[in-house]
Protein backbone atom coordinates (compact mmCIF):
# COMPACT_ATOMS: atom_id res chain seq x y z
CA UNK A 1 0.00 0.00 0.00
CA UNK A 2 1.40 3.39 -0.72
CA UNK A 3 1.73 5.86 1.53
CA UNK A 4 -0.69 8.65 0.06
CA UNK A 5 -3.34 5.66 0.08
CA UNK A 6 -2.34 4.80 3.85
CA UNK A 7 -2.78 8.54 4.98
CA UNK A 8 -5.96 9.08 2.96
CA UNK A 9 -6.96 5.64 4.94
CA UNK A 10 -6.11 7.38 8.45
CA UNK A 11 -7.48 10.66 8.02
CA UNK A 12 -10.74 8.89 6.60
CA UNK A 13 -11.08 6.57 9.36
CA UNK A 14 -10.32 9.49 12.01
CA UNK A 15 -13.87 11.30 10.52
CA UNK A 16 -15.80 7.88 10.50
CA UNK A 17 -15.27 7.10 14.04
CA UNK A 18 -16.25 10.68 14.99
CA UNK A 19 -19.16 11.25 12.95
CA UNK A 20 -20.04 7.78 11.57
CA UNK A 21 -19.43 6.41 8.37
CA UNK A 22 -22.86 7.24 6.87
CA UNK A 23 -22.26 11.66 7.38
CA UNK A 24 -18.67 11.72 6.03
CA UNK A 25 -18.87 12.19 2.25
CA UNK A 26 -15.93 11.85 0.11
CA UNK A 27 -15.85 15.55 -0.35
CA UNK A 28 -15.24 15.71 3.31
CA UNK A 29 -12.55 12.99 2.88
CA UNK A 30 -11.01 14.83 -0.22
CA UNK A 31 -11.02 18.54 1.54
CA UNK A 32 -9.13 16.85 4.82
CA UNK A 33 -6.12 14.57 3.35
CA UNK A 34 -5.88 17.19 1.09
CA UNK A 35 -5.60 15.68 -2.01
CA UNK A 36 -8.61 15.71 -5.39
CA UNK A 37 -11.45 13.66 -5.63
CA UNK A 38 -9.92 12.83 -8.93
CA UNK A 39 -6.92 11.03 -6.87
CA UNK A 40 -8.95 9.78 -4.25
CA UNK A 41 -11.56 8.39 -7.02
CA UNK A 42 -8.65 6.97 -8.58
CA UNK A 43 -7.43 5.05 -5.05
CA UNK A 44 -10.42 4.09 -4.32
CA UNK A 45 -13.45 2.75 -6.54
CA UNK A 46 -16.18 4.48 -4.70
CA UNK A 47 -16.69 4.84 -0.84
CA UNK A 48 -18.30 1.59 0.06
CA UNK A 49 -14.11 0.33 -0.78
CA UNK A 50 -12.88 3.67 1.74
CA UNK A 51 -15.05 2.22 4.11
CA UNK A 52 -14.08 -1.18 3.98
CA UNK A 53 -10.38 -0.42 3.45
CA UNK A 54 -11.18 1.85 7.28
CA UNK A 55 -12.55 -0.91 8.78
CA UNK A 56 -9.28 -2.93 8.13
CA UNK A 57 -7.28 -0.18 8.86
CA UNK A 58 -8.84 -0.24 12.49
CA UNK A 59 -9.06 -3.80 12.90
CA UNK A 60 -5.86 -4.56 12.32
CA UNK A 61 -4.24 -1.60 14.37
CA UNK A 62 -6.47 -3.23 16.98
CA UNK A 63 -5.11 -7.24 16.35
CA UNK A 64 -1.51 -5.59 16.48
CA UNK A 65 -2.34 -3.90 19.95
CA UNK A 66 -4.27 -7.35 21.55
CA UNK A 67 -1.61 -9.49 19.99
CA UNK A 68 1.20 -7.45 22.06
CA UNK A 69 -1.11 -7.58 25.74
CA UNK A 70 -1.75 -11.09 25.03
CA UNK A 71 2.04 -12.13 24.38
CA UNK A 72 3.85 -10.04 27.34
CA UNK A 73 0.86 -10.60 30.02
CA UNK A 74 1.84 -12.94 32.49
CA UNK A 75 -0.81 -14.79 32.87
CA UNK A 76 -5.35 -14.65 31.59
CA UNK A 77 -6.35 -12.12 34.28
CA UNK A 78 -3.48 -10.04 33.29
CA UNK A 79 -4.06 -10.60 29.78
CA UNK A 80 -8.18 -9.66 29.94
CA UNK A 81 -7.27 -6.54 32.05
CA UNK A 82 -4.75 -5.25 29.31
CA UNK A 83 -7.73 -5.82 27.04
CA UNK A 84 -10.08 -3.96 28.87
CA UNK A 85 -7.61 -0.99 28.96
CA UNK A 86 -7.36 -1.53 24.80
CA UNK A 87 -10.89 -1.26 24.65
CA UNK A 88 -11.74 1.63 26.92
CA UNK A 89 -8.85 3.38 24.27
CA UNK A 90 -10.99 2.10 21.57
CA UNK A 91 -14.52 3.03 22.50
CA UNK A 92 -13.16 6.83 24.14
CA UNK A 93 -14.43 8.70 21.56
CA UNK A 94 -15.92 6.74 19.06
CA UNK A 95 -19.47 7.63 18.02
CA UNK A 96 -21.95 4.75 18.16
CA UNK A 97 -23.80 5.08 15.37
CA UNK A 98 -20.54 3.63 13.54
CA UNK A 99 -21.86 0.22 14.01
CA UNK A 100 -25.05 0.84 12.86
CA UNK A 101 -24.08 2.64 9.90
CA UNK A 102 -22.07 -0.64 8.91
CA UNK A 103 -24.93 -2.85 9.48
CA UNK A 104 -27.46 -0.67 7.24
CA UNK A 105 -25.42 0.78 4.72
CA UNK A 106 -21.97 -0.92 4.10
CA UNK A 107 -22.17 -4.41 3.54
CA UNK A 108 -18.77 -5.29 2.74
CA UNK A 109 -17.32 -3.54 5.59
CA UNK A 110 -19.81 -5.18 7.97
CA UNK A 111 -18.88 -8.84 6.44
CA UNK A 112 -15.56 -8.25 6.87
CA UNK A 113 -16.30 -7.23 10.79
CA UNK A 114 -18.25 -10.37 11.38
CA UNK A 115 -15.76 -12.50 9.60
CA UNK A 116 -13.38 -10.82 11.77
CA UNK A 117 -15.09 -11.58 14.87
CA UNK A 118 -16.18 -15.33 14.53
CA UNK A 119 -12.43 -16.10 13.60
CA UNK A 120 -9.69 -13.72 15.37
CA UNK A 121 -11.97 -12.32 18.10
CA UNK A 122 -13.19 -15.88 18.98
CA UNK A 123 -9.61 -17.38 19.40
CA UNK A 124 -8.03 -14.25 21.66
CA UNK A 125 -11.40 -15.33 23.96
CA UNK A 126 -11.25 -19.28 23.92
CA UNK A 127 -7.68 -18.79 24.59
CA UNK A 128 -7.42 -16.78 27.31
CA UNK A 129 -10.36 -18.97 28.66
CA UNK A 130 -8.46 -22.07 28.62
CA UNK A 131 -5.52 -20.50 30.07
CA UNK A 132 -7.65 -19.26 33.23
CA UNK A 133 -8.26 -22.45 33.40
CA UNK A 134 -5.42 -23.80 33.28
CA UNK A 135 -3.64 -21.86 35.73
CA UNK A 136 -6.40 -21.55 38.30
CA UNK A 137 -8.15 -18.64 38.03
CA UNK A 138 -11.23 -19.24 35.83
CA UNK A 139 -13.68 -21.41 36.95
CA UNK A 140 -13.16 -25.04 35.77
CA UNK A 141 -16.19 -25.84 35.30
CA UNK A 142 -16.36 -22.87 32.18
CA UNK A 143 -17.78 -24.28 28.65
CA UNK A 144 -15.43 -22.66 26.82
CA UNK A 145 -17.22 -22.64 23.14
CA UNK A 146 -20.59 -21.66 24.81
CA UNK A 147 -19.07 -18.60 26.88
CA UNK A 148 -16.69 -17.57 24.06
CA UNK A 149 -19.89 -17.08 21.89
CA UNK A 150 -21.49 -15.40 25.08
CA UNK A 151 -18.18 -12.97 25.75
CA UNK A 152 -18.50 -12.18 21.61
CA UNK A 153 -21.85 -10.81 21.63
CA UNK A 154 -21.97 -9.15 25.18
CA UNK A 155 -18.70 -6.93 23.73
CA UNK A 156 -21.23 -5.52 21.37
CA UNK A 157 -23.96 -4.22 23.42
CA UNK A 158 -22.33 -1.10 24.61
CA UNK A 159 -22.33 -0.63 21.25
CA UNK A 160 -26.02 -1.13 20.67
CA UNK A 161 -27.74 2.22 20.05
CA UNK A 162 -31.30 1.02 20.97
CA UNK A 163 -29.72 -0.80 24.44
CA UNK A 164 -27.64 1.86 25.51
CA UNK A 165 -28.27 5.27 23.85
CA UNK A 166 -25.04 7.14 23.27
CA UNK A 167 -27.06 10.54 24.60
CA UNK A 168 -28.23 8.34 27.76
CA UNK A 169 -25.51 6.26 28.58
CA UNK A 170 -21.44 6.97 28.61
CA UNK A 171 -20.21 3.96 26.59
CA UNK A 172 -16.96 3.86 28.17
CA UNK A 173 -18.73 3.26 31.59
CA UNK A 174 -21.38 0.49 30.19
CA UNK A 175 -18.10 -1.33 28.52
CA UNK A 176 -16.63 -1.69 31.96
CA UNK A 177 -19.58 -2.76 33.78
CA UNK A 178 -20.03 -5.37 31.13
CA UNK A 179 -16.48 -6.41 31.21
CA UNK A 180 -15.66 -6.77 35.06
CA UNK A 181 -19.29 -8.55 34.62
CA UNK A 182 -17.79 -11.22 32.29
CA UNK A 183 -14.68 -10.96 34.20
CA UNK A 184 -15.97 -11.83 37.48
CA UNK A 185 -18.41 -14.74 36.27
CA UNK A 186 -15.52 -16.74 34.92
CA UNK A 187 -13.13 -16.50 37.72
CA UNK A 188 -12.25 -18.72 40.48
CA UNK A 189 -11.97 -17.49 44.13
CA UNK A 190 -8.36 -17.54 43.33
CA UNK A 191 -9.26 -15.29 40.24
CA UNK A 192 -11.74 -13.03 41.96
CA UNK A 193 -9.21 -11.99 44.46
CA UNK A 194 -6.42 -11.60 41.58
CA UNK A 195 -8.76 -9.76 39.47
CA UNK A 196 -9.76 -7.27 42.33
CA UNK A 197 -6.45 -6.34 42.44
CA UNK A 198 -5.72 -5.64 38.93
CA UNK A 199 -9.23 -3.58 38.64
CA UNK A 200 -7.99 -1.76 41.94
CA UNK A 201 -5.22 -0.76 40.06
CA UNK A 202 -6.81 0.17 36.72
CA UNK A 203 -9.69 2.33 38.39
CA UNK A 204 -6.79 4.34 39.94
CA UNK A 205 -5.01 4.59 36.60
Keep these: ?16 RQYGFKNI ?20 TDKDELVLE ?57 RYLQEHKESYLYRCIADNLKRGIQEGLY ?13 MESALLAFQHNVFPQEKYDTVKVNFQIFTNYMYGIASLKGHKLITQYLQKYVKA
Excluded at 1 to 16: G, L, R, T, V
Design 25 to 44: TMDDVSRSAGVSKKTLYELF
Design 139 to 151: REDIDVEIITRFR
Design 54 to 110: SVKFMLNQNQCETDLAMTVSKHAVEQIVHVLNLMEKMVRGLNMVCYIDLQRHYKDAF
Design 1 to 16: MSEQKKHIIEIAFAHF
